[in-house]
């Protein structure tokens, strides 16, 4: 199993332009969730999804939007990039919609982007 | 709301030395814990997963407790070596609403 995959690595934008990070997961795992981290502000949910056709907001979902139209698949979409989304995000998968004491998040490695 | 605080921010400790990293959270509905590991620049990597019933895991040199009606965690590193520096993550699942929160980390240094 690949686990989870993110692409690209690194992505550098100027304000106002669009672009999507990619995230897969082999694990046919239900559930799939985007977060960003921020220097002193920990890991924050930005949107998650229970299932294919299920999404959700998370913490600070302002300025993003995700679909989930496989199981796989859960790529998160930058409308409009500002400055303030520079930032490090992660896509995680866990096994089932509502979580348990043995579900265990699996975290892709993170892509970089800059927005200047 | 859950919130989750670790303490401290930062440690450096010298080579061998015994530590252990702390973790708080304020809602004891909650599946499990884990603890996370981050090289600079890099992903995170699962160490212990503790589940709300029980009340502590080991792996290797790493054991971490829980003790959930006070709502805290211990991570206890024995014999810490320079390798073990990074940056140490606790996370909580909680049963009410099934997302993972995490607190903002402890950066280790281990100084040979």
């Known amino acids: 199993n690949a686990g989870v995959t993110q692409t690209p690595k690194f992505q550098v934008l100027k304000t106002g332009q669009s672009m999507t990070l990619q995230c897969a997961q082999d694990?046919?795992?239900?559930?799939m969730s985007w977060y960003r981290q921020d220097p002193g502000m920990g890991l924050r949910l930005i949107h998650y999804?229970?299932?294919?056709?299920?999404?959700d907001q998370g913490e600070v979902p302002n300025g993003y939007n995700v679909s989930r139209s496989t199981t796989e698949d859960f790529p998160l979409r930058l409308l409009s990039a500002a400055p303030s989304q520079t930032s490090v995000y992660f896509c995680?998968?866990?096994?089932?919609?509502?979580?348990?004491?043995?579900?265990?998040?699996?975290f892709g490695p993170g892509t970089r982007l800059t927005v200047l | 709301k859950q919130e989750v605080t670790q303490i401290p921010a930062a440690l450096s400790v010298p080579e061998g030395e015994n530590l252990v990293l702390n973790c708080s959270f304020t809602d004891s509905a909650i599946y499990n814990l884990q603890w996370f590991r981050q090289d600079p620049g890099k992903g995170l990597t699962s160490l212990l997963l503790?589940?709300?019933?029980?009340r502590e895991q080991t792996s290797g040199r790493l054991n971490a407790s829980l003790d959930k009606s006070s709502g805290r965690s211990t991570l206890y590193i024995a014999a810490s070596q320079p390798g073990d520096s990074a940056t140490y993550l606790c996370?909580?699942?909680?049963?009410?609403?099934?997302?993972?929160?995490f607190g903002q980390g402890t950066t280790l240094q281990v100084k040979p």
């Open positions: 503790i589940q709300s019933s029980q």
């Open positions: 694990m046919n795992h239900e559930y």
């Open positions: 995680a998968s866990r096994l089932s919609a509502a979580g348990g004491p043995r579900d265990t998040q699996y």
């Open positions: 996370a909580v699942s909680s049963s009410n609403t099934g997302k993972l929160i």
């Open positions: 999804s229970v299932g294919a056709g299920i999404t």
